[in-house]
Nanobody, 120 residues
Framework: QVQLVESGGGLVQPGGSLRLSCAGS????????MGWYRQAPGKQRELVAD???????NYADSVKGRFTISRDNAKNTVYLQMSSLKPEDTAVYYC??????????????WGQGTQVTVSS
């Protein structure tokens, strides 16, 4: 019922920047929280950042001051601007969107994941 399409991952050198995007489509009535998670090889998926419908943001300590999450409600899209990237930021990044469908049923959807590799 809800499709999330991610884009923007890739290979970048340490200190570089990338911008991830996640666009939602489908029978969406409203969106509450939107967020980005990541999972590195051999590790559990962890929260990177999230943003509420009121644009209140929350960041993992490891990315504070380097990453910025934002959203465009008109486009049902969430962004993650990543700067000063480090090799330890290498992971598959997943977007997560929670809200309400037009049939008044809550949803909690995940993107397909996009690889971010930070290496020289």
């Amino acid at each position: 019922q809800v499709q999330l399409v991610e884009s923007g991952g890739g290979l970048v050198q340490p200190g570089g920047s990338l911008r991830l995007s996640c666009a939602g489509s489908g029978s969406i009535l409203s969106i509450n929280a939107m967020g980005w998670y990541r999972q590195a090889p051999g590790k559990q998926r962890e929260l990177v950042a999230d943003i509420t419908s009121g644009s209140r943001t929350n960041y993992a300590d490891s990315v504070k001051g380097r990453f910025t999450i934002s959203r465009d409600n008109a486009k049902n899209t969430v962004y993650l601007q990543m700067s000063s990237l480090k090799p330890e930021d290498t992971a598959v990044y997943y977007c997560n969107v929670r809200g309400l469908l037009r049939i008044m049923v809550p949803f909690n959807s995940w993107g397909q994941g996009t690889q971010v590799t930070v290496s020289s």
